[in-house]
């Protein structure tokens, strides 16, 4: 059955400036040109405001001030944010079995609270709790003493390794993995690394050294209201947890390594490589493919640009680009340096003769 | 049983000149130096060609014009090509169970047509369809109203969100996940990113911004002859599909954010992040950990060199380097000006002595 | 119960020079801010060292030579060696299941021995071997034919293609990929990329290109004692096998493609990604991000700094930094030219009006 709502209905919701042309019903949310009379055209952009000419619509959610007069508009102050509003009227959640699945295995010493869905192949371990409303969709594995909040929602493929404590209304997307090992090795004497830090250089016999895993007996602990994307890692600590702080949003393919203490509502973008005992301060952003070397801090409200490499703790409120990193606006001077230079060589050739002569009479 | 086969039927499947010394059967493919008396050598390249001195194969596979005498020659044009020919005959494929295993769990609305292969602890929720002799290995995941076209393959540790239309000859390799959330939120006021690109900086208060996540009611559609990588991620869209063009081959642990529309017979290597509303031409190739910045368009048969970060949209047929990316030929350039630069600082130290008496001179 | 320790016992272990102040049970390890009277506090970096006399500890592993007085020490030489041996007295192993449990799915042509732990929901082909005390935790597929040597452990999500082998000791952590299909097509005819090496551009109809698959038939070789982390892949070879050496260890969310080849004791650190055909030499370290075209080598005891994107075969011990990569010598001389760049414009500036009167007064 379709979803229908009037027009007042939706406005009732994200709060707009409704100028009504012709009443309709709204069944659906597309950009104006895949849009039919039964559609609210989503006319963000001035790109798409231009398409609702080209658009069979007859209603739109536009940006406050759009003015527009032959259809039947929405007008907002947050488009983005009215946006959000309205999907959720027609976001279909996944399919989730009710109770625990017959094909799932359980241990008889796991707390499971009620309302949960413990869905086909899940795997939970001893001791692991699991408060209520949560849902963990299929093939889906929880570790030993693993505790999960409420509300929380785990798509198919997630592994939770043991000890991880996780928050409420954290949402997990598929194939993501919390708590596994650290990637923490010794060796019994000084590695190459260990060598070209002191000297420079990796000269020397390394050829019958062992290397040693360090074990993880830390964990990881995500606060509540946290994402984490599809095939995100983020790794236990060695002696303490790693931990992901209220809020915070990672995207898929991103590495949390050991002991990193990640602020509140920071986003993190694809691919973004963190590497271990890292402090990330609150409401940070990481564009995607940023890469950080450990032990390296970040102050709050700090904007690191795609594809950079922090090297070095900066300070809160930050923003930096290039790998390494350094701030944006040396960056850019950095840039115009290459160009005056590339300007500068001509000149110089220029008078380079004149020159020659002129030290040639001095001599 | 090896499988066997004279130099006759080889040549006759790749189409060459064949040049027999003395007639063997062959039964496996390999390079010249682990080859053996019945192995056909591949020496594609002139260090191949040289290490068939050192060989035990008595048959070898060469590009044209090659020119061996002491050794059974095939010869052909294209050897790369022939060699895919040829490796499909010495090709096994996976195991796969016959019809639906016991383990599996299919809702009994999915319509799974004749021939299909649904293994062990798969998971296929309601509505779901899969047309004939696709083949499903194992652990595989398939949301609710996923439609999967004929003959593809998913490898172990698949997940299929939900709605996701997968067309014919479709390969998805293990652990790849299809249809995981978009990366979309919104604040209810102004974030960092958007102080930052206003006013060039994030000063201000920030901390009791609530962050709030943007559904994904659109999906992903993957048209025919895809190929899929490992552990690579695909988000669905907003509100539209997502969509991945016939032909297009894609690399282990690629990111292909909500909302991108990928041409046909792309290559996209392998850790490639693109993010939001991006536009791909069709045969584009972005070659290894390219990013892409959200609503860039790249023109058909563009090259993006391996590293390279697209900050902003190019032409069909460009072939651009650097982070941000710049036409190749720009990017030698300003590697030379920096050699040139270095030059020139040692030139004018020469000169700025006699520069500096010069200047005084005129006072 | 909880696992305690005398000062004695744990001095035996690690070998130190034990200065007891007071004799207490050594019950948990931890930072010295995390500490009480039973904890071991782990101060082995100057401000932990600090940090110890704001800590309720009664007894820390320093390093040599700390020299505190007032809290009982046991001094080494090497703090994270010795660590490394006190964490594993600590560490509990993942939950696994004794013997092949009840929802593993087990070809009967499997050889499975003594002290093999099969958890839930694991799937084992045909002609699969698996030696002594190696530990499939839950959700794990392994192809057919693959063989798996003693004490191995693969926790939760690893997929393992047909032929795979491993060596023994082998750790693959949650959701990695080992044996998925190299990523490898050729065209029928010139491709845009084998124009673009040919004439520098992509000028020319691509438009009715066909991409054909080369199937794998290598597929992987792992060495004893590696460690692969978290959603890593490695890709099967395409004739003969991708091979990773004894002892190397290799981080989440790696990429390793067909035909590789790498050393023993290698660390590759997370999201490296090591293209197609690569010659890796032992006890190289590729830092985070770094990125390696197809057919490159790399010498032995060499550091590839991190982000770094390495284009050209480099010698054994080199250390290298940059996209493309270069010395780390030459690199800093580079970011030096740069900096000496933007004070030789200035200075230049200074001089030009008199040049150009110069220039002037000679004509």
Same sequence: chains 1, 2, 3.
Avoid: W
Avoid at 206 to 226: A, L, N, R
Avoid at 296 to 305: F, P
């Amino acid at each position: 059955m379709t979803k229908s709502y009037s027009l007042d209905e939706i406005n009732a919701i994200i709060g707009g400036i409704l100028n009504k042309v012709e009443d309709i019903k709204i069944e659906k949310l597309s950009p104006p040109l895949l849009a039919d009379d039964s559609t609210l055209a989503l006319a963000l952009s001035e790109e798409e405001i231009h398409n609702l000419q080209m658009s069979d619509a007859k209603a739109a959610l536009v940006p406050f001030g759009a003015g527009l007069e032959h259809i039947t508009t929405i007008e907002v102050e947050r488009p983005r944010l009215a946006m959000m509003k309205l999907l959720h009227l027609f976001y279909t959640p996944p399919q989730t079995h009710h109770g625990i699945h017959a094909s799932a295995v359980v241990d008889p010493t796991a707390v499971i609270e009620e309302g949960v869905s413990i869905g086909p192949n899940v795997v939970v371990c001893r001791n692991v709790k699991i408060a209520k409303g949560t849902k963990l969709v299929a093939n889906v594995y929880v570790g030993q003493g693993a505790q999960i909040g409420c509300n929380c929602l785990f798509h198919p493929g997630v592994n939770i390794g043991d000890a991880v404590k996780i928050g409420n209304n954290v949402i997990i997307n598929q194939g993501a993995s919390v708590g596994a090992d650290g990637f923490s090795f010794v060796t019994e004497t000084q590695s190459t690394v260990e060598a070209a830090k002191e000297q420079g250089s990796t000269d020397g016999d390394f050829s019958t050294q062992k290397i040693y895993k360090i074990p993880s007996i830390g964990s990881v602990e995500i606060k509540d209201d946290v994402e984490i994307g599809a095939n995100a890692t983020i790794d236990r600590g060695t002696v303490e947890n790693t931990i992901i702080g209220k809020g915070t949003k990672i995207d898929n393919l991103v590495m949390i390594a050991h002991n990193c203490k990640v602020g509140e509502n920071c986003m993190i973008i694809s691919q973004v490589g963190v590497a271990g005992s890292c402090n990330i301060g609150d409401r940070v952003v990481l564009a995607g493919q940023v890469g950080m070397a450990d032990h390296v801090n970040i102050g709050a409200d700090s904007i690191v640009m795609a594809q950079s490499g922090v090297s070095k703790s900066i300070p809160a409120k930050s923003i930096v680009f290039g790998s390494p990193a350094m701030p944006r606006k040396e960056y850019i001077k950095q840039m115009k340096t290459l160009k005056d230079a590339e300007f500068l060589i001509k000149e110089f050739k220029k008078y380079k003769p004149l020159l020659d002569q002129f030290v040639e009479s001095q001599e």
